[in-house]
């Protein structure tokens, strides 16, 4: 009696465990990067659709890979992949689509995570999608700005910069067509813009040295100026090199405001008041006959100029002084 008792508990206790067996199948999750490397460490978070207490996580191992139980219940998985320094990555699967064989209750599933400096192919497509769309904006704002139709051309860059945003020929452009529309605080901040893209750019550095000074905030408009002496490409007109030797002067500095002046005049030989702020720079440096030199040259260009009178005063001062 006691034997077959015995034996009843033995078999309904190997069909129990074999019963719970059966509703659990196994599976395993392998993770690798675009280059073929396994990646360890990557937090996988299991879902499913259709039973909202479901909830697993497990995370990959040195090969890149993990093996676990699921039950038989979930037919649908939602997976979430994390990794530092990789793109998360979301996929649903149908278990059944990836079971190694209709015989085993084994499963198994390959990721591919891209690293958070890589594009996946939906990116760029986006992407190329992206940049077709930005440059027909841009076309047709170079269009009415060729146009002089500015207002037009500000609209069709905006659309531009806000499809690609770092378009940065579309934000120059913006930036000088907010400059013919005279609003030129939105010319500071496209063209600043310009320069969060690409920092060593003289003509745009020009453009907000210009703004500004449009604004009359000559301390700012300067500033800007004076970033693009460090610039070794940057071209100067001689209007631009005089107000460099101007700002000089001002600031007491009339060693270096001469060269200015003097570069200016090399560049453009009949440059009147450069010869004049020259001949003024030389006297108050106390260089007497380099002063007078500069100053007869002013005056023969511009013998009733409007500082003619000044310049007449000093001469004779200094040839009194000889």
Do not use: C, W
């Not at 408009?221 to 070794?232: G, H, M, N, P, R």
Request: no cysteine.
């Amino acid at each position: 009696m006691y034997k077959r008792m015995a034996l009843f508990a033995f078999i309904s206790i190997f069909i129990f465990s074999s019963l719970s067996v059966a509703q659990t199948r196994r599976m395993k999750l392998k993770v690798k990067s675009t280059d073929g490397h396994s990646i360890q460490g990557v937090k996988i978070t299991l879902t499913s659709p259709e039973n909202n207490d479901f909830k697993k996580i497990v995370v990959t191992d040195k090969k890149g890979q993990i093996t676990f139980l699921v039950h038989m219940e979930i037919k649908n998985v939602n997976f979430l992949l994390e990794k530092e320094g990789y793109q998360n990555f979301k996929d649903s699967k149908e278990l059944r689509r990836i079971r190694k064989s209709q015989e085993a209750l084994y499963y198994e599933h390959s990721f591919l995570l891209y690293r958070t400096d890589e594009l996946t192919p939906g990116q760029q497509r986006q992407q190329y999608e992206a940049s077709q769309q930005a440059m027909s904006f841009f076309n047709k704002g170079t269009e009415l700005f060729q146009a002089e139709d500015f207002s037009g051309a500000v609209e069709q860059f905006k659309k531009a910069v806000e499809t690609k945003p770092d378009f940065l020929e579309a934000y120059q452009n913006l930036a000088a067509a907010y400059f013919r529309e005279e609003l030129y605080q939105e010319t500071i901040e496209a063209a600043k813009k310009a320069l969060e893209i690409k920092s060593d750019m003289a003509q745009t550095l020009k453009l907000i040295s210009v703004a500004y000074s449009k604004l009359g905030d000559e301390k700012a408009a300067l500033e800007y100026q004076d970033k693009l002496k460090v610039l070794s490409d940057a071209e100067f007109s001689p209007e631009e090199i005089f107000n460099m030797g101007a700002t000089a002067a001002n600031e007491g500095r009339d060693g270096e405001a001469a060269e200015y002046f003097k570069k200016a005049i090399e560049m453009k030989p009949d440059y009147a008041l450069a010869y004049y702020n020259l001949g003024l720079s030389y006297f108050r440096l106390k260089k007497m006959e380099e002063a007078k030199v500069a100053l007869e040259k002013y005056l023969e260009l511009e013998p009733e100029g409007e500082n003619a009178k000044t310049a007449e005063i000093l001469l004779e001062y200094i040839d009194k002084s000889e």
